[in-house]
């Protein structure tokens, strides 16, 4: 199956954005080249402000053009996006509900060379936190796409994380914020990713397939606002449920669906990072192993909630 970047599609849709829209403005960290944003500064350099490494004035900076009626995209690595800059999002861009848009690339445990601090494995529990921030979490290119339009479309601040490899391509048709979208049908339990997992949910879901047990994969395409009644509907047909998330299980995917379920008897489990951070390998594949993030994790924890019917 091919294989895309989602900062490539990020950096193409904002130019694209930018040949539509003369109000659409970027701001970069200054990780232009990593982020891709710098497709835009070559486009639009009039329109580009890079402010350096300063994530809080980058922000604030976008905030105020937002105020004054532009659509204010900013990108920097997901850490230092929902970390460096929170203040400034809560008390001026989410407060206000500024239109904003924050691309918070290479996010999870995609930066694995750079270790804990380079790895986001909170941000989408940070940013899902703070009232009137939208969070999308893209599956691939494709969809990295439709999401950031989608973002662009609606007057309000959106969290959007990324990864910084290259990940197959599973989404077709539109992109619905707000909604669950079916990667591949199942009747017996339910697996729900996001992100980066959608190639461990789908690898699962054949193996799976090879014991019997048909596996439906959902793509979770927005964490906030969460689809809590698709769950709850989806939980009526299955005979359980799996999360799988390249983040902690606080506060991202795992956390979502056991709220949506509380009032279920359906049973759940969950493949995420633990309250851990993440470290340096020499690949994303061998930290992904190292934390459990494996299609042969889904496959387990599957097996065991089974084992009961």
Not at 182 to 210: F, Q, Y
């Amino acid at each position: 199956m091919e294989r895309k970047s989602q900062r490539l599609a990020y950096g193409e849709t904002i130019v694209a954005l930018g040949a539509e829209n003369p109000n659409i403005v970027v701001l970069e960290a200054d990780l232009g080249k990593s982020t891709m944003s710098a497709m835009f500064q070559k486009a639009y350099p009039d329109r580009y402000f890079e402010m350096g490494i300063a994530e809080a004035n980058m922000i604030s900076t976008a905030a105020g053009l937002a105020a004054s009626g532009k659509i204010a995209f900013c990108s920097s690595f997901a850490v230092f996006a929902s970390g460096r800059a929170y203040d400034q999002i809560r008390q001026t861009v989410a407060i206000g509900n500024l239109n904003v848009k924050i691309c918070g690339s290479s996010a999870g445990l995609s930066d694995f060379g750079d270790g804990s601090t380079h790895q986001a494995v909170e941000d989408i529990a940070i940013m899902s936190a703070i009232p009137n921030m939208t969070v999308f979490t893209p599956a691939d290119a494709d969809e990295t796409r439709r999401a950031v339009r989608a973002a662009a479309a609606i007057d309000e601040p959106v969290y959007i994380p990324i990864v910084r490899n290259d990940v197959p391509t599973y989404t077709k048709g539109e992109f619905v914020p707000g909604k669950l979208s079916e990667l591949r049908p199942g009747s017996d339990v339910a697996i729900i990713a996001h992100g980066v997992m959608i190639e461990a949910a789908m690898n699962a879901a054949a193996i799976l397939e090879t014991k019997g047990i048909s596996a439906r994969v959902i793509n979770a395409g927005t964490m906030k606002p969460f689809d809590t009644a698709g769950i709850i509907a989806l939980a009526e047909q299955m005979k359980a449920i799996v999360t799988a998330e390249d983040h902690s299980r606080i506060g991202g995917p795992a956390a979502q669906v056991a709220f949506a379920l509380r009032q279920s008897s359906t049973p759940m489990d969950y493949v995420a990072i633990e309250d851990k951070f993440g470290q340096s390998a020499n690949s994303l594949k061998e930290l992904m192993e190292h934390y459990g993030l494996t299609d042969t994790a889904i496959v387990n924890k599957t097996m065991a909630l089974l084992r009961n019917f």
